[in-house]
């Protein structure tokens, strides 16, 4: 289903999978302060945050990539699914066994479970036959 809305939404998962993964990449001191995270001289806190950088901007090209290229818009759907919603059902498990984070991290679980489930009902409405109102 290449409709606009289908690739706006790619276009909003892929600039913030982007954006998340350069900055965690190259301003993890800044980025991580915004959630009232101190990094600084954590060589293996940093190390560990920096991780799943690469992965999430694979991600982010692959939506990217679908916007223009629509028979890869099933499977950048499922990407974004996947992605967003790990992280924003990740982050409830987190607050039962760790407590309140700062609401910046708040913020974040809700962006992510939204937009996650947005890209649910883009994957399911894909998946609907052409024929089906």
Do not use: C
């Amino acid at each position: 289903m290449n409709t606009l809305l289908t690739r706006l939404l790619l276009a909003l998962g892929a600039v913030a999978a982007l954006g998340l993964s350069l900055a965690i990449l190259f301003l993890p001191g800044p980025f991580y302060a915004s959630y009232g995270i101190d990094p600084t001289g954590q060589t293996s806190l940093l190390n560990e945050l920096k991780a799943p950088a690469l992965v999430i901007m694979a991600g982010g090209l692959i939506q990217a990539h679908a916007i223009v290229q629509p028979r890869g818009q099933a499977f950048a759907l499922g990407i974004g699914l996947v992605f967003y919603l790990g992280f924003g059902l990740a982050r409830p498990a987190a607050l039962a066994s760790d407590g309140l984070p700062s609401t910046a991290l708040l913020g974040a679980m809700g962006f992510e479970i939204a937009i996650g489930l947005l890209f649910g009902l883009a994957l399911w409405r894909d998946r609907l036959p052409a024929n089906s109102g």
